[in-house]
C-alpha cells in the first residue's frame, strides 16, 4: 500500500470500509473522500485548540487510514483509561463536543450540512486521547452491528505501542548531571517493548563526596526492553581500600564533533580513565572549511572528564573586506568599502560607481573587485587624462584629408554623402517623433511615469481617460503597424454588456478575441474576410496585438454565441481558435488585520536575504496591475518603460491602490522597513504595467500587457492578476482536477504562447494562485507545469490560507495574510491574498538574478522549495529569502523542483517532468475542441447547477439532523 503522508500528522491505524454504515456524505461522495469540504468548515469556524478533534482520513483499496497530529504521549482509547485519567479527559470530551454544538447554530445550511453529518455518530469506541485532546476517528459513520461487537476489534492500530517503564535508582549516593543543552537526565524513561538500550538512554551520575561510582546492575548497555525494569547505580567508598580485583580503573567515553563547518583530522572516539585531563596529542586537530575560523571546543577540553562527555565543535564566520578609493581625479558613490564572507565576492551592483573630473576618464580599478574575496584587498580607481573631443576629431581629420592621390578625393566624398544623409534624416525627424502613444502624442523618456488625465462627466463622475473605442482598420483596409488594445469603458463611461457567470469569470458579450495558431498567420487578409462578410458598422475590428497574434473584434449584444459557431465555417482556409473577453479581478484585497506590520519581512528572513544583495540596479521587475502611485516615495528614481496598454503611453492610474501595493512589496524601497513595509529587491528597477481600465481587466488586456513586459526589457514579471472561479471549491477535488484538464483550453494555448516566449527569453513569470480555495491548475495560466512561478499564501502560523487557491498547479509559498505594503496617495495599508505573496517570491527571484543572472524559472522553483519551510499538505514550501540566496550563491541549485502533496484523490507528485513538448501535444489533441461549448463559460455553469441542485435535495434531511442535535 502506498498509503499517504501528512505534515505534522501521524497514522493512528485503520478501518475496513465494509465494517461500517449509514456514511454520511456531500452527493454521493462520503465524508471521509470530502475531507477537503469537512477541514474548510473546521478551519473557518472552529477554535484552533479543537480543530484537530476529526481526525485525518485517507482511503486506499478499501482500507480507511486515520491520521492524528503528532503524539508526544502514547494515544489511548477513552474507553480504556484508567479513572483519574478518563475523569480528566471526559472534561476535555465535552468541552470540545460543547463547542462544535455551539458552532452548528451559526453554520449557513451548507456548512451545518457537512459539519453535522461528520458528527452525526459520536461513539467512545471512536475516541483516543493523549497530549491534552481528545480526536475522533472513524466520524461521520456507524459501526455495522451485525458484523462486529464494540470490542475494538473493529480498529487495527498503526504499531502495536507497547511501551515498558525504566527507572534508575541513584540508590542514595549521587545525583543527575545535566546535558549540555542545560536540561536534567531523568531517572525515569518510556521505551518500546523490544528497545535496545544505548548509552543514550544511561543518565549520568555526579557522585557525592566519599563515593565513586562503579556501573549499574544489572548491566543496561546492550538490554532488551520486555518488561518494566529497575537500574540500581553502585558504588564504592573512597577511603576504603578495596580488593585488587575491583581496582580496575573506569573508562570513559570522549566523542569529538566537527560540525557542518569543519573537518576533524584524527580520533573522533576515545576512552579516557576517568578524572582524565585530555593532552594536546588526545585532542584531534580541527580543519575549518573556507570562511571559517575554529575558536574552541564545548566544553572546555581543559577540565578533568569524570563521565562521559560529547565535545562540539565552535566556529566563528571570517569576514574580509574591499575598500575602493577614488584616487586624485575623481569622486566616488556608493559603497566605501564591502564586507563579506571569506571566499564570496562582491556583485556587480555592490560596486561604487567613479565621477572622473573634469579632463580626466575613468578606465576601471587597479584590481578586479568581483573576483571572490580571500583577504582583504583595496581597489583604487585608474584614470588617463583625455584631449577635448573636438581636438581629437580634429587631429583625426586633419590626418586623413591632408593626404594624397585618390584616397583624399574619395574621404570627401563620402563625408558629402553622409552630411546629405543626416540632413534629410533631421528633416525627417521635424515631421515626426519617434516614440508616440495612439493618438499620436509624444511619450515620456524611459525613465519617468506620469500621472493619467481624468475626465469629468456631465454627472459629476470622474474617470480615467483610457482613450475610446474605435473600429482600428485603416482606408487601406490593413491593421496598423502597431498593436491596439481597445479601452474596456466606453465614451461617457458607459460600460460594456457584462454577462454574469456565477462559478466562473464574467463575460463582456459583444467581443471576441482571434487567436491565429500560425506564427505566418496572414491577419489582414482575415480582417478583409470578415469585413466582406460582416459589411455593416456594428461589426467592427477594435483590437490587434503582433506578439499573441490576437485580433479583438465587436459585434451585436446577444450573438456572441452565433458569431463563434460561424466564424470557422465561413472563413475556413485560415487555423484560428476563439476566446471570450472574459473579466479579470485582483487576487488582493484590504485586510482586517491592523496588527503584527512587516511580519512577513522576518518570517521570510529578507534582513538577512540583504546581506548577500539588495538587487541590481540594471534588472527590471514588472508589475501588471491596476496602475500605480507614481509619486509614491517607495519608488522614487527607479522607473522603467512604464506602460499603459490602453493609451500606449507612460500615465498610469493609482488604481484601487492594489498595484501600488504589489510594487511596494517586489522592489519598494527600505526608507520604510522599521514601519514595517520594504521591497525584497529594493535597488531594482520598476516597470509598472497597466492592464486595468477604470476597474476592468480583460483576457485580451491582461496578456497584451504581459507581453509588453517580456518584449521591453523585464527580466521579472509579477502577475497578480487573474480569473476567478469562486463557487467552484464546492466541487470534489477530483471533480476540480477534471475542469483543470479538460475546461479552457483555448485560454490555455494563449498563456502557453505567452510562457514559450518567455522562456525562450529567460524572462521569468510569478502568477498569484488565487483566493478561491480551488486547485490552482483550474486556471489556464498556470498549467505549464513549472515553466511559470505561481504562489500559494500562507498565514503567520505557517498554514494554507483559507482562501487561496492549492495543489495542482501550485509550486511554491509566501505570506499572504495581514501584509502592509504601500498604498495609494503616498500611503500605506495591509491587505490580504495570493496578490500578496507573488510579489515577495517576485522580489527574490530578482535577487536570486542579481547573483546568477542566466538562472532559470525551473532553477528559481527547485531553489526555493528546497531551502523553502515546510507547510502543511496543501501548498508548497514557504520561501526563506536568505536561504535561497546562499543555495544561488554556492551553486546548490536542483536540476528540477519535486514536491509532493497528499489530497483526498489520493497521492499527487509534482515532478518537473511534464515539459512543454508534452504539454503541447497535449493541446494539439484539443485542438479539435477549439469550438467545443467545454471551453466556454456555459458549460461550468450547467454543470454547477447541477451541483446545486445535488445540494438542495441534501437540505430536506437537515431539519429532522438540526432536531436530533438540538
Known amino acids: ?91 476535555i470530551k465535552d468541552d470540545t463536543l460543547k463547542h462544535y454544538q455551539e458552532t452548528l ?185 573556507k570562511g571559517f575560523v575554529f575558536t574552541q571546543w564545548t566544553p572546555s577540553v581543559n577540565a578533568p572528564i569524570d563521565n562521559d562527555t560529547f565535545f562540539s565543535a565552535e566556529y566563528k564566520q571570517e569576514f574580509v573586506q574591499c575598500l575602493f578609493s577614488a584616487g586624485e581625479h575623481g569622486t566616488l558613490y556608493g559603497n566605501k568599502v564591502i564586507k563579506k564572507p571569506l571566499g564570496v565576492a562582491p556583485v556587480v551592483s555592490e560596486i561604487p560607481t567613479i565621477m572622473p573630473n573634469k579632463g580626466y576618464r575613468f578606465t576601471g580599478w587597479n584590481i578586479n573587485p568581483l573576483t571572490a574575496l580571500t583577504d582583504n584587498k583595496v581597489c583604487i580607481a585608474q584614470y588617463e587624462k583625455k584631449q577635448p573631443w573636438y581636438k581629437r576629431w580634429w587631429l583625426w581629420l586633419t590626418g586623413l584629408f591632408s593626404g594624397k592621390g585618390c584616397l583624399k578625393w574619395l574621404l570627401w566624398l563620402l563625408l558629402i554623402i553622409l552630411l546629405i544623409w543626416l540632413l534629410s534624416w533631421l528633416l ?134 452565433n458569431i463563434r459557431e460561424e466564424l470557422p465555417i465561413k472563413i475556413s482556409d485560415q487555423k484560428f481558435f476563439i476566446v471570450d473577453e472574459s473579466i479579470m479581478v485582483l487576487h488582493g484585497n484590504k485586510s482586517q488585520s491592523t ?27 514588472a508589475i501588471i496591475d491596476d496602475g500605480i502611485d507614481v509619486n509614491h516615495n517607495m519608488f522614487k528614481g527607479r522607473f522603467f518603460k512604464a506602460y499603459n496598454v490602453f493609451t500606449q503611453n507612460r500615465a498610469l492610474s493609482p ?56 518584449h521591453n526589457g523585464a527580466n521579472i514579471v509579477n502577475i497578480s492578476v487573474g480569473p476567478s472561479f469562486q463557487g467552484l471549491n464546492q466541487l470534489p ?11 479552457f483550453k483555448n485560454e490555455e494555448k494563449v498563456y502557453r504562447h505567452i510562457i514559450n516566449v518567455a522562456n525562450e527569453k529567460n524572462v521569468i513569470l510569478v502568477f498569484a494562485a488565487g483566493n478561491d480555495n480551488i486547485v490552482t491548475a483550474i486556471l489556464p495560466e498556470c498549467r505549464l507545469a513549472n515553466n511559470t512561478v505561481n504562489v500559494a499564501a500562507c498565514t503567520p502560523k505557517y498554514k494554507s490560507s483559507i482562501f487561496t487557491n492549492y495543489s495542482l498547479g501550485t509550486n511554491v509559498s509566501a505570506p499572504g495574510e495581514g501584509i502592509y505594503s504601500a498604498y495609494s496617495n503616498n500611503s500605506f495599508k495591509m491587505f490580504d491574498g495570493t496578490s500578496m505573496a507573488a510579489p515577495i517570491i517576485t522580489g527574490t527571484i530578482a535577487l536570486m538574478k542579481t547573483i546568477k543572472p542566466d538562472i532559470n524559472v525551473k532553477q528559481c522553483i527547485a531553489v526555493i522549495q528546497k531551502t523553502g519551510k515546510k507547510l502543511d499538505e496543501f501548498i508548497p514550501p514557504m520561501v526563506l529569502v536568505d536561504q535561497a540566496l546562499i543555495a544561488v550563491r554556492n551553486g546548490d541549485i536542483p536540476d528540477e523542483p519535486i514536491w509532493s502533496q497528499i489530497l483526498d484523490t489520493g497521492f499527487i507528485e509534482h515532478d518537473g517532468n511534464n515539459d512543454s513538448t508534452d504539454q503541447s501535444q497535449s493541446c494539439e489533441q484539443n485542438s479539435t475542441e477549439s469550438n467545443n461549448p467545454i471551453d466556454d463559460y456555459s458549460a461550468l455553469k450547467d454543470l454547477l447547477k447541477q451541483l446545486k441542485e445535488q445540494r438542495d435535495a441534501l437540505n430536506k434531511k437537515i431539519s429532522d439532523i438540526e432536531k436530533k442535535i438540538q
Open 105 to 289: 447554530r451559526k453554520l449557513n445550511p451548507e456548512e451545518f450540512s457537512i459539519l453535522s453529518g461528520a458528527l452525526k455518530y459520536i461513539n467512545d469506541e471512536f475516541i483516543y486521547c493523549y497530549d491534552e485532546k481528545v480526536v475522533l476517528i472513524a466520524w461521520g459513520m456507524r459501526l455495522d452491528e451485525g458484523k462486529h461487537t464494540s470490542d475494538g476489534k473493529w480498529f487495527k492500530t498503526a504499531v502495536k505501542y507497547d511501551r515498558k517503564k525504566i527507572s534508575f535508582d541513584l540508590a542514595g549516593h549521587g545525583k543527575l548531571a545535566t546535558t549540555i543543552a542545560g536540561a536534567p537526565y531523568l531517572t525515569m524513561i518510556n521505551r518500546n517493548k523490544g528497545h535496545i538500550i544505548t548509552t543514550k538512554d544511561i543518565p549520568i551520575i555526579i557522585e557525592n563526596d566519599g563515593y565513586r561510582f562503579i556501573g549499574w546492575t544489572p548491566n543496561p548497555i546492550g538490554h532488551e526492553v520486555q518488561d518494566d525494569i529497575i537500574f540500581t547505580a553502585q558504588y564504592v567508598k573512597t577511603n576504603t581500600t578495596a580488593p585488587v580485583t575491583e581496582k580496575k580503573e573506569k573508562l570513559v567515553k570522549v566523542i569529538f564533533d566537527a560540525g557542518v563547518n569543519g573537518v576533524l583530522e584524527g580520533e573522533s572516539s576515545i576512552e579516557v580513565p576517568k578524572g582524565h585531563i585530555l593532552s594536546a596529542e588526545e585532542i584531534p586537530v580541527i580543519k575549518a572549511n
Open 1 to 91: 500500500m502506498a498509503r499517504a503522508t501528512f505534515y505534522n500528522k501521524r497514522l493512528l491505524g485503520h478501518i475496513d470500509d465494509t465494517d461500517f454504515t449509514d456514511y454520511q456524505g456531500i452527493g454521493s461522495d462520503p465524508l471521509y473522500k470530502r475531507y477537503k469540504s469537512v477541514e474548510s468548515v473546521v478551519k473557518s469556524r472552529i477554535s484552533p485548540q479543537y480543530q484537530s478533534f476529526l481526525a485525518c482520513p485517507f482511503y486506499e483499496d478499501g482500507n480507511i487510514f486515520w491520521y492524528v497530529d503528532e503524539w508526544n504521549n502514547t494515544p489511548k482509547k477513552f474507553t480504556e483509561l484508567s479513572d483519574s485519567e478518563k475523569k480528566h479527559y471526559s472534561q
Open 655 to 710: 488604481g484601487q491602490g492594489h498595484g501600488t501595493h504589489v510594487a511596494g512589496l517586489a522592489v519598494g524601497s527600505t526608507e520604510f522597513y522599521s514601519e514595517g513595509a520594504a521591497g525584497v529587491a529594493p535597488k531594482c528597477k520598476i516597470m509598472p504595467v497597466q492592464v486595468f481600465d477604470n476597474g476592468l481587466c480583460t483576457f485580451s488586456s491582461l496578456a497584451s500587457g504581459i507581453m509588453y513586459a517580456i
Open 428 to 561: 525627417r525627424g521635424c515631421d515626426s517623433d519617434v516614440l508616440v502613444d495612439r493618438d499620436g502624442n509624444a511619450v515620456l523618456p524611459i525613465d519617468r511615469a506620469d500621472k493619467i488625465e481624468q475626465i469629468t462627466e456631465p454627472d459629476g463622475t470622474i474617470r480615467d481617460n483610457n482613450g475610446t473605442i474605435t473600429d482600428i482598420v485603416g482606408s487601406d483596409g490593413r491593421l496598423p503597424e502597431n498593436g491596439i488594445v481597445s479601452p474596456i469603458v466606453g465614451d461617457g463611461g458607459i460600460m460594456p454588456p457584462i454577462v454574469s457567470n456565477p462559478g466562473t469569470p464574467d463575460v463582456i458579450d459583444n467581443r471576441l478575441n482571434i487567436y491565429f495558431e500560425n506564427e505566418n498567420a496572414d491577419l489582414n487578409k482575415w480582417v478583409r474576410d470578415f469585413k466582406r462578410l460582416y459589411p455593416s458598422d456594428n461589426y467592427q475590428i477594435i483590437g490587434y496585438d503582433p506578439n499573441v497574434r490576437m485580433i479583438q473584434i465587436q459585434i451585436p449584444e446577444g450573438q456572441r454565441n
Open 595 to 621: 496588527v503584527n506590520k512587516g511580519w512577513h519581512l522576518k518570517a521570510t528572513h529578507v534582513k538577512e536575504g540583504w546581506d548577500i544583495t539588495m538587487g541590481d540596479p540594471n534588472l527590471v521587475v
Open 733 to 743: 477535488i477530483e471533480e476540480q482536477i477534471k475542469v483543470a484538464q479538460q475546461y
